[in-house]
């Protein structure tokens, strides 16, 4: 029963609920003992196409895929959800934005390079990231998200697959 209500049945990620009460947990954690941290937000770049091209069942496994993908490349300490549809959210435990870059920097390569086969169709993947680190301004969880939020669509508006980050202060 735990199972099912925290984990999303497509991935097996966290859902968005887990996500969000693990993170206010940590953030809260962080805010006490000035701890650090990097939220990661993820969208999928014209994923609708490969639905519209191939059918929703092709859309799942490229989801699936994306999923083993993050979960292959980052940590076992790195937490990682589905926040719905194309959209992931990473959190990265005691990381502030410069190595946080880096770890962008890996996510981008590694997902946009390659080249990928799913029932029968290749695919390069494409993605954006929008980066934001736990920081003194940063009062709540969701000054923390907004700002991965605002990053991401940044990322998106340059087309390509890429990272951005939120304004640091
Ligand atoms: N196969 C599949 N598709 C899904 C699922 N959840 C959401 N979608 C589809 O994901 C698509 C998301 O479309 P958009 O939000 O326009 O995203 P996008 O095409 O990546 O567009 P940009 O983000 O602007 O590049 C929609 O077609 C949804 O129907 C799912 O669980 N499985």
Redesign the pocket.
């Known amino acids: 029963m735990t199972h099912l209500a925290e984990y999303d049945a497509?991935t097996g990620l966290l859902n968005r609920r887990a996500f969000l009460q693990k993170l206010d947990v940590y953030f809260k954690y962080a805010k006490r003992y000035d701890k650090q941290g990097t939220l990661i937000f993820i969208?999928?770049?014209?994923?609708?196409?490969?639905?519209?091209a191939y059918?929703?069942?092709?859309?799942?496994?490229?989801?699936k895929f994306i999923a083993e993908h993050l979960v292959k490349t980052l940590r076992a300490t790195d937490m990682i959800g589905r926040w719905?549809?194309?959209?992931f959210i990473v959190f990265i435990h005691e990381i502030n934005a410069v190595p946080a870059q880096k770890v962008a920097t890996k996510l981008v390569n590694s997902f946009c390079s390659s080249e990928i086969r799913i029932q029968g169709h290749t695919f390069t993947p494409?993605a954006?990231f929008g980066l934001s680190s736990i920081e003194k301004h940063i009062q709540d969880v969701g000054q923390l998200i907004h700002g991965a939020d605002v990053a991401m669509y940044t990322a998106?508006t340059a087309g390509t697959c890429g990272w951005e980050e939120a304004a640091r202060k």
Do not use: W
């Open positions: 497509l969208d999928l770049n014209k994923f609708k196409l490969i639905n519209d059918g929703h069942s092709t859309g799942d496994a490229y989801l719905g549809g194309d959209e494409s954006s998106k």
